[in-house]
């Protein structure tokens, strides 16, 4: 809308400028000089009184045409202005546009899986509630861009391009936390992919049979079936050289 009525009141300009020089015989300088002033409505076109009518009935249109754009483009500059902003943003300064991961909860889990989504060439951007959270510190060095704010605030995730991202992984270490982002994400963007952390009890369940937001990881689990796999790696290669 900004960019719709900004783009509207250039071409009322560019009118009015044209029709001065046809109708008033005025240099290009001196046609957009006075037809600004009389597209903002401060002073009048000179010689405007013994003009064709043509030029007056074309110039009247054009201004009235340009305070309806000049109310638009304020009305859009002023919710602009006033829309909250992200005001906390650690690690890379530019967070991407569109495409990335956006990752909420940036603990020990959330950090690790920036890393490897770093690793992969996949764009991420991480949102943390905690400003004095030990990894947020460690965001800068590692290049990934994290902002302080509540992941299941709606107005956040829409600064963080809830509409763009290709993927939301709410990754905290609170189950309802993360169903709150997941339902949260769901409304904002019907279909986007959600990967939620979550442990095996009842929150689980409930969430994987009544709302079917996405892929649910026990983060738990997971490490234990890695630590499994490992100890069996280290005995088989003890057995084997044995």
């Given at each position: 809308?900004?960019?719709?009525?900004?783009?509207?009141?250039?071409?009322?300009?560019?009118?009015?400028?044209?029709?001065?020089?046809?109708?008033?015989?005025?240099?290009?300088?001196?046609?957009?000089?006075?037809?600004?002033?009389?597209?903002?409505?401060?002073a009048?076109?000179?010689?405007?009184?013994?003009?064709?009518?043509w030029?007056?009935?074309?110039?009247?249109?054009?201004?009235?045409?340009?305070?309806?754009?000049?109310?638009?483009?304020?009305?859009?500059?002023?919710?602009?202005?006033?829309?909250?902003?992200?005001?906390?943003?650690?690690?890379?300064?530019?967070?991407?546009?569109?495409?990335?991961?956006?990752?909420?909860?940036?603990?020990q889990?959330?950090?690790?899986?920036?890393?490897?989504?770093?690793?992969?060439?996949?764009?991420?951007?991480?949102?943390?509630r905690?400003?004095?959270?030990?990894?947020?510190?460690?965001?800068?060095?590692?290049?990934?861009?994290?902002?302080?704010?509540?992941?299941?605030?709606?107005?956040?995730?829409?600064?963080?391009?809830?509409?763009?991202?290709?993927?939301?992984?709410a990754?905290?270490?609170?189950?309802?936390?993360?169903?709150?982002?997941?339902?949260?994400?769901?409304?904002?963007?019907?279909?986007?992919?959600?990967?939620?952390?979550?442990?095996?009890?009842?929150?689980?369940?409930?969430?994987?049979?009544?709302?079917?937001?996405?892929?649910?990881?026990d983060?738990?689990?997971?490490?234990?079936?890695?630590?499994?796999?490992?100890?069996?790696?280290?005995?088989?290669?003890?057995?084997?050289?044995?």
């Amino acid at each position: 809308m900004l960019a719709g009525a900004g783009a509207g009141l250039l071409l009322a300009l560019i009118a009015q400028a044209v029709i001065s020089m046809e109708a008033l015989h005025e240099t290009i300088v001196e046609a957009v000089y006075f037809s600004t002033r009389s597209v903002a409505t401060v002073a009048d076109v000179p010689g405007v009184g013994s003009s064709p009518a043509w030029f007056k009935v074309l110039s009247a249109a054009d201004t009235v045409a340009a305070l309806l754009l000049l109310a638009v483009f304020t009305a859009a500059l002023v919710r602009r202005l006033s829309r909250p902003r992200l005001t906390t943003l650690f690690g890379a300064r530019a967070a991407p546009a569109r495409g990335h991961v956006l990752l909420v909860g940036f603990g020990q889990v959330g950090f690790r899986l920036a890393q490897e989504l770093c690793r992969a060439g996949i764009p991420v951007v991480a949102v943390e509630r905690d400003a004095d959270a030990p990894c947020v510190r460690l965001a800068r060095a590692a290049g990934i861009p994290v902002a302080i704010g509540r992941g299941d605030d709606r107005a956040t995730l829409e600064l963080l391009g809830i509409r763009r991202c290709a993927v939301v992984a709410a990754v905290t270490s609170t189950d309802l936390v993360n169903v709150e982002v997941g339902l949260a994400a769901s409304d904002l963007s019907p279909g986007i992919p959600l990967v939620l952390r979550l442990g095996d009890g009842e929150v689980a369940a409930e969430t994987d049979s009544l709302l079917h937001l996405g892929r649910i990881c026990d983060a738990h689990a997971i490490a234990a079936a890695t630590l499994l796999r490992a100890i069996e790696e280290e005995q088989s290669h003890r057995d084997a050289r044995s």
